[in-house]
């Protein structure tokens, strides 16, 4: 299997790829497991926060063999990660940034890592004090993942950025050649003239049968939506 290396264009790859960080993850599982703070995690690697931001992102989307984070909720990938994806551990390191981007920032980083209560209460925060766009994104991901199918539907419909759809539309467009009969069906009914239509996600996420085919198709999906979402969250912060 190929790796895609940042920075990424879909129409360059498709959805059977795997992301790269193109740094040593070790760093990060000793700040995890040694309970480093964010704060002297970028010092120890010396790296941008947004950058550190982005390589945690990758390590969560590249978690379950590749899969990424399950269509439905479920157990934090590991608890110790929390204190490096918080908002309060972001604001600290991001001093100029306003309080809803790093909201948007954390609610993407623990929607990865499958901390849903904490990335849907920074989600509504940010959309609480102003920010409609990103947070409504997140939101939406959060209540389909929940699964509350209408609670998603109705974020879906002020999600106005159509950049993450179009992305969407292009990988899938690129993997269509190496889809089996059962993944070109599901991933037919994911468009709708030409456009991807996140209803049409929010329904087969909640209806598609665990450990199928069309699950990991639907997954990988997923994956690559959370991380387009992802660099959109950090892009208003650079």
Partial sequence: MKTVSMPLKASKFSLNERISSGLNTSVFTQAM?????????????????????????????????????TLKTSRPLDLRWKPLLMPSAWSEVLPNASVPDCLNLSSGLLQIYD?????????????????????????AICHRREPDPGNANYWWARVRNNRISNSLEEIIAATEPELTVDELSIAKSLMDHGKFNHRAMTSNAISVYSGSSQEKFLRRVQKYELFFMFNDTIGVLH
């Fill in 33 to 69: 497991t040694e309970t480093i703070s964010l704060k002297d995690l970028i010092k120890l690697t010396k790296l941008e926060p947004l950058s550190v931001a982005t390589h945690l992102a990758v390590i969560g989307l590249e978690s379950n063999d590749g899969l990424g984070p």
């Fill in 115 to 139: 901390f849903w209560e904490e990335s849907h209460e920074c989600a509504q925060t940010a959309d609480d004090k102003g920010e409609k766009q990103i947070s409504a994104h997140w939101h």
